[in-house]
């Protein structure tokens, strides 16, 4: 048993191995790496996203020994090592401790302790699934990241004090969009023909409204600062709804990872505007039903049959509004009916599968009936 001492060094030595690592974010690879685990583990405390980071850069999903066998049914490779992240450490408090500390609540944080996870790809078991890999599927269709890209931006003109507006390409001198805090304006170039740039770009411009407005406490970072924030920003944004962006380069993050202090809050504000993004983002792609797919797990083939008649069913319906013939779309519609009556059988096999499978669940006919004869 470690003396009380021991643990305390080596619980100070793994946040100073966390921030040694993140002072390492001196290329663009290394900050791509981090920028990932801040998308995967966007609801985890700074201190855990660099704790993670640190001990395992990959990281895509991480649980608790129990947690993974419980909830996952999944077990921990043997011989694994944990990574371990800062849990709080919860306290009733007595009348005593509610003055002392000039509280009402009846429990507090009294500190931390550090408890081992494991990451998914340190366990085997049954697939995990998540809404993201759906995402990411409807989202390599073109059309569905214009469609996100249309709503992000409505959202931001109808929900929020910001004015997004489109001009052509060739006013903006080889810029892709821009932010005017005076005017708390975005301007992004409406002909650009890459649909992933150009919602990565409004992405872009939405972080520097955020960080680098006229009311924001952190307008007068360095220009260089601001650019490497709104680009990371943009970079976790994108990642999170799994639009592929290796080609366009965040830069070198040089010129502010010297000092501790200075990337720890830097990396902070980052997140904070992350977070708002990746909520935003997950909140459009279910309005816009990017994320339907969930329904279908991937690793049953059965599903994956579904998943394709689903992505045909689009597919066709898409094909329809741009055909220009009259006897093009009839044979289209065609095709798109013997998909729906396909999907439809389906679907009923699965209902009545699932009927039998739950005999205990009673259906509530005669009330549908009423409500129907309604």
Do not use: C
């Not at 993140?22 to 685990?37: G, N």
């Not at 601001?226 to 990642?239: G, K």
């Not at 792609?285 to 059965?302: F, N, R, V, Y």
């Amino acid at each position: 048993m470690p003396s009380k001492v021991e643990t305390e060094k080596w619980k100070r030595q793994l946040v100073e191995n966390a921030e040694k690592e993140i002072l390492k974010l001196t290329d663009s690879e290394k900050f791509k790496s981090y920028l990932d685990t801040v998308a995967k583990f966007h609801r985890y405390s700074q201190r855990n996203i660099d704790l993670i980071y640190s001990q395992n850069p990959s990281a895509s999903q991480v649980a608790g020994f129990k947690k993974w066998q419980n909830d996952f049914k999944r077990s921990v490779n043997k011989g694994e090592k944990g990574i371990r992240i800062a849990a709080p450490i919860i306290k009733k408090l007595t009348p005593e401790d509610q003055k002392r500390l000039d509280t009402t609540e009846e429990k507090a944080i009294v500190g931390y302790r550090y408890i081992p996870v494991f990451d998914i790809s340190q366990t085997s078991g049954e697939p995990v699934l998540s809404a993201k890999d759906f995402v990411k599927e409807n989202l390599a269709d073109h059309q569905n990241v214009t469609s996100l890209y249309n709503a992000f931006k409505d959202y931001l003109n109808q929900q929020t004090d910001l004015k997004v507006s489109e001009v052509p390409l060739a006013t903006l001198n080889g810029a892709k969009g821009y932010f005017q805090p005076s005017t708390n304006e975005i301007v992004i170039g409406g002909d650009e023909p890459d649909n992933a740039l150009k919602l990565k770009t409004l992405y872009h411009e939405y972080a520097h409204s955020q960080l680098h407005g006229l009311k924001s406490a952190f307008k007068d970072r360095p220009r260089a600062y601001q650019e490497t924030q709104a680009e990371a920003v943009a970079y976790v944004a994108m990642q999170n709804i799994g639009v592929d962006t290796s080609n366009y380069s965040l830069g070198y993050v040089a010129t502010w990872a010297k000092d501790t202090a200075v990337i720890h809050s830097a990396l902070s504000e980052i997140q904070q505007v992350s977070n708002k993004v990746i909520e935003l983002s997950d909140g459009l792609t279910k309005q816009l039903g990017l994320q339907e797919a969930q329904k279908e797990p991937e690793h049953d083939l059965k599903m994956l049959a579904a998943q394709s008649l689903n992505k045909s069913y689009q597919s066709l319906q898409q094909q329809i509004q741009q055909a220009t013939s009259p006897q093009q779309k009839s044979e289209l519609k065609n095709k798109l009916n013997d998909v729906h009556q396909k999907i439809s059988k389906r679907t009923q096999k699965q209902l009545q599968a699932f009927a039998e499978q739950n005999p205990e669940i009673k259906q509530p006919e005669s009330e549908l009936d009423q409500s129907l004869k309604r």
